[in-house]
C-alpha cells in the first residue's frame, strides 16, 4: 500500500521582503529562474533583473520597482521547485504574493502578473500623498482590541486593521495623525510594543480606493484561468478555485485586510503538514513560528535553502 504524500503548501512573499541580490543565486545555477528574469525584462521594458541582483537599494524599495520584484524572484523559485517535481497542494500569498500564488496556480500569466502588480505598486503609492498616510505594528494585542483602538482613534480619520499577521502581530493602516494616536493608546491598553513602520503609503485601508479603482480596468483587462489548485485569497481567508472570484479577491485586497493568521490556520485545518515559502526572506515563517510552532515552514531563496527544502521534503 502506498502512503500518501503529506500535504504541502507554498507560501509566497509579499513588500517588503525584498534584499539587493534575491533571485541571483538560482539564476546563476538554474536556467529556468534566469529565464524568468529575462521574461520579467521583456514585459517591463527595463532591466528588473539587473535592480534585483545589483541594486541600488533605494530604487529597489520603491513600490513600482518592489513588487514586480519579489514577484518574479518569487516565481523564479517556484520554477525551480516545480522543474524539481515539488508540487503544492495549495498555494497562499502575502498581499502582492497572492499574485505570485496566482501565478503558480495557472490563474494568470506570469508576463500579465508582472505588468499588473507595477501599476498596482504605482497606483498604490499615488494614491495618497507622501506624509498623508502611515502604518504601525501592534505587538501582543488581540485582534478585537486594536480594532477597538482604530475605533477609538480614528476622529472621524481612516484608521483600520490592514495585516492581520499572526496572534502576536496586527499591522493598522491610515491617515498618519490618527495612526499615531492609535499607536499611542494600544500603548497605553497594554501592547507589548506599538511602532510606526517606515512604509511609503498606507496599504490595505480605505484611503486606497483610487488605487483599487485604477487597478480594476487592468484586472478586467488580462484573462484569468480556473486555478489547477486552490489559491487562498487574503481578504477572505478562503480557498478559492474560480477565475472570477480570484480576480474578485485580489481587486478587494487592495483596500481590504490582509487575513493572514486567519489564511494559514484554514490551510492548517486542510492537513497541510509543510509549508515552503518561496522567493526572498523568511517573513512568512516567522510569522507561522507565531501561529502553529508544530508544523514545519522551510524557505527556498537560493540553491542552499532549495536543496535543503528538496531533502526535507524527499525524506518526509
Given at each position: 500500500?502506498?502512503?500518501?504524500?503529506?500535504?504541502?503548501?507554498?507560501?509566497?512573499?509579499?513588500?517588503?521582503?525584498?534584499?539587493?541580490?534575491?533571485?541571483?543565486d538560482l539564476a546563476e545555477k538554474y536556467p529556468v529562474a534566469r529565464q524568468t528574469?529575462?521574461?520579467?525584462?521583456?514585459?517591463?521594458?527595463?532591466?528588473?533583473?539587473?535592480?534585483?541582483?545589483?541594486?541600488?537599494?533605494?530604487?529597489?524599495?520603491?513600490?513600482?520597482?518592489?513588487?514586480?520584484?519579489?514577484?518574479?524572484?518569487?516565481?523564479?523559485?517556484?520554477?525551480?521547485?516545480?522543474?524539481?517535481?515539488?508540487?503544492?497542494?495549495?498555494?497562499?500569498?502575502?498581499?502582492?504574493?497572492?499574485?505570485?500564488?496566482?501565478?503558480?496556480?495557472?490563474?494568470?500569466?506570469?508576463?500579465?502578473?508582472?505588468?499588473?502588480?507595477?501599476?498596482?505598486?504605482?497606483?498604490?503609492?499615488?494614491?495618497?500623498?507622501?506624509?498623508?498616510?502611515?502604518?504601525?505594528?501592534?505587538?501582543?494585542?488581540?485582534?478585537?482590541?486594536?480594532?477597538?483602538?482604530?475605533?477609538?482613534?480614528?476622529?472621524?480619520?481612516?484608521?483600520?486593521?490592514?495585516?492581520?499577521?499572526?496572534?502576536?502581530?496586527?499591522?493598522?493602516?491610515?491617515?498618519?495623525?490618527?495612526?499615531?494616536?492609535?499607536?499611542?493608546?494600544?500603548?497605553?491598553?497594554?501592547?507589548?510594543?506599538?511602532?510606526?513602520?517606515?512604509?511609503?503609503?498606507?496599504?490595505?485601508?480605505?484611503?486606497?480606493?483610487?488605487?483599487?479603482?485604477?487597478?480594476?480596468?487592468?484586472?478586467?483587462?488580462?484573462?484569468?484561468?480556473?486555478?489547477?489548485?486552490?489559491?487562498?485569497?487574503?481578504?477572505?481567508?478562503?480557498?478559492?478555485?474560480?477565475?472570477?472570484?480570484?480576480?474578485?479577491?485580489?481587486?478587494?485586497?487592495?483596500?481590504?485586510?490582509?487575513?493572514?493568521?486567519?489564511?494559514?490556520?484554514?490551510?492548517?485545518?486542510?492537513?497541510?503538514?509543510?509549508?515552503?515559502?518561496?522567493?526572498?526572506?523568511?517573513?512568512?515563517?516567522?510569522?507561522?513560528?507565531?501561529?502553529?510552532?508544530?508544523?514545519?515552514?522551510?524557505?527556498?531563496?537560493?540553491?542552499?535553502?532549495?536543496l535543503k527544502t528538496l531533502d526535507h521534503v524527499g525524506k518526509v
Amino acid at each position: 500500500m502506498t502512503t500518501p504524500q503529506p500535504l504541502i503548501a507554498f507560501l509566497f512573499p509579499g513588500q517588503g521582503s525584498q534584499a539587493v541580490g534575491m533571485g541571483k543565486d538560482l539564476a546563476e545555477k538554474y536556467p529556468v529562474a534566469r529565464q524568468t528574469f529575462e521574461e520579467a525584462d521583456t514585459a517591463l521594458g527595463y532591466k528588473l533583473s539587473q535592480l534585483c541582483f545589483e541594486g541600488p537599494e533605494e530604487q529597489l524599495r520603491m513600490t513600482e520597482i518592489t513588487q514586480p520584484a519579489i514577484l518574479t524572484a518569487s516565481v523564479a523559485a517556484w520554477r525551480v521547485l516545480n522543474e524539481k517535481g515539488i508540487t503544492p497542494s495549495f498555494v497562499a500569498g502575502h498581499s502582492l504574493g497572492e499574485y505570485s500564488a496566482h501565478v503558480a496556480a495557472g490563474t494568470i500569466t506570469f508576463a500579465d502578473a508582472v505588468r499588473t502588480v507595477r501599476n498596482r505598486g504605482k497606483y498604490m503609492q499615488e494614491a495618497v500623498p507622501v506624509g498623508v498616510g502611515a502604518m504601525a505594528a501592534i505587538l501582543g494585542m488581540d485582534l478585537g482590541k486594536v480594532t477597538a483602538v482604530c475605533s477609538d482613534a480614528s476622529q472621524g480619520e481612516v484608521c483600520e486593521p490592514a495585516n492581520i499577521n499572526s496572534p502576536e502581530q496586527i499591522v493598522i493602516s491610515g491617515h498618519a495623525s490618527a495612526v499615531e494616536r492609535a499607536a499611542k493608546m494600544a500603548d497605553e491598553r497594554g501592547a507589548k510594543r506599538a511602532k510606526l513602520l517606515p512604509v511609503s503609503a498606507p496599504f490595505h485601508c480605505s484611503l486606497m480606493k483610487p488605487a483599487q479603482d485604477q487597478l480594476a480596468k487592468d484586472l478586467l483587462a488580462i484573462s484569468f484561468q480556473t486555478p489547477d489548485v486552490p489559491v487562498v485569497c487574503n481578504v477572505d481567508a478562503a480557498a478559492l478555485q474560480d477565475a472570477d472570484r480570484s480576480r474578485d479577491a485580489l481587486l478587494r485586497q487592495v483596500t481590504g485586510p490582509v487575513k493572514w493568521e486567519q489564511s494559514m490556520r484554514l490551510l492548517l485545518s486542510k492537513g497541510i503538514q509543510t509549508l515552503v515559502e518561496v522567493g526572498p526572506g523568511k517573513v512568512l515563517c516567522g510569522l507561522m513560528r507565531q501561529i502553529e510552532r508544530s508544523k514545519t515552514c522551510l524557505n527556498v531563496g537560493d540553491e542552499a535553502s532549495l536543496l535543503k527544502t528538496l531533502d526535507h521534503v524527499g525524506k518526509v
